[in-house]
């Protein structure tokens, strides 16, 4: 199985800052089309997880710009640009390449400095 | 409008078997890069990623648990099965299903349900 790392795996932030995640993978998630097989999610406590970010860097439908997925091959990143109150939760990600298992990260817990 | 819904029983003894079913609608299963999956998580820790289903009948399972899961689909009722054998008090946890597309693998989800194993 691939395995993801996520870090740091708490990270405390005020709001209005910036908050950065990064995501590493065993493997490459480069497909052959050029597409790089990578979810985020954010999951606010006592909720379902939410898709944020699908292929690396492309924003689900209704996520803020200032949710920006960035990265390729094995290596990548979740920016929240200013974070605000209701940012704050664990973010996964998740691999999604299709011909294999899928895994997700430990989780970073986003919170309040 | 999408939906998914885990449905099961609340309890389980250990050794036994756990038969949980995802019951969707808004989206068919038969559809060309659809998928379904089932993902964990025991209280307070993070998500782990069970077992998918393709459209295409393809299935994939967790590495470490592949000897105790079997996902299945059944187009006619819109459902998902998974069934996992052997039960330990180590797979309490809420167990969640979502819907995948060719670029993603968790679009929608359920609301989660949560099974405890204790004799």
């Known amino acids: 199985d691939i395995v993801m790392t996520q870090s740091p795996l708490s990270l405390p932030v005020t709001p209005g800052e910036a908050a950065s995640i990064s995501c590493r993978s065993s493997?490459?998630?480069?497909?052959?089309?050029?597409?790089?097989?990578l979810d985020w999610y954010l999951q606010r406590p006592g909720q379902s997880p939410q898709l944020l970010i699908y292929?690396?860097?492309t924003r689900a439908s209704g996520v803020p710009d200032r949710f920006r997925g960035s990265g390729s091959g094995t290596n990548f990143t979740l920016k929240i640009t200013r974070v605000e109150a209701e940012d704050f939760g664990v973010y996964y990600c998740?691999?999604?390449?299709?011909?294999?298992?899928?895994?997700f990260g430990q989780g970073t817990r986003l919170d309040i400095k | 409008q999408i939906t998914l819904r885990e449905s099961g029983p609340a309890l389980v003894k250990p050794t036994e078997t756990l038969t949980l079913t995802c019951t969707f609608s808004?989206?068919?299963?038969?559809?060309?890069?659809?998928?379904v999956s089932w993902i964990r998580q025991p209280p307070g820790r993070a998500l782990e990623w069970l077992a998918r289903?393709?459209?295409?009948?393809?299935?994939y399972y967790s590495t470490s648990l592949k000897t105790r899961l079997t996902i299945s689909k059944d187009t006619s009722t819109n459902q998902v099965v998974l069934t996992m054998t052997d039960m330990d008090p180590v797979d309490t946890a809420t167990y969640y299903c979502?819907?995948?597309?060719?670029?993603?693998?968790?679009?929608?989800w359920g609301q989660g349900t949560l099974v405890i194993v204790s004799s």
């Open positions: 979502a819907l995948g597309t060719p670029v993603t693998r968790g679009s929608y």
């Open positions: 808004g989206f068919s299963l038969i559809t060309s890069g659809m998928c």
């Open positions: 289903i393709d459209w295409d009948d393809t299935k």
């Open positions: 493997q490459s998630l480069r497909h052959a089309n050029g597409q790089d097989y």
């Open positions: 292929l690396g860097s």
């Open positions: 998740l691999h999604t390449l299709q011909t294999l298992s899928n895994t």
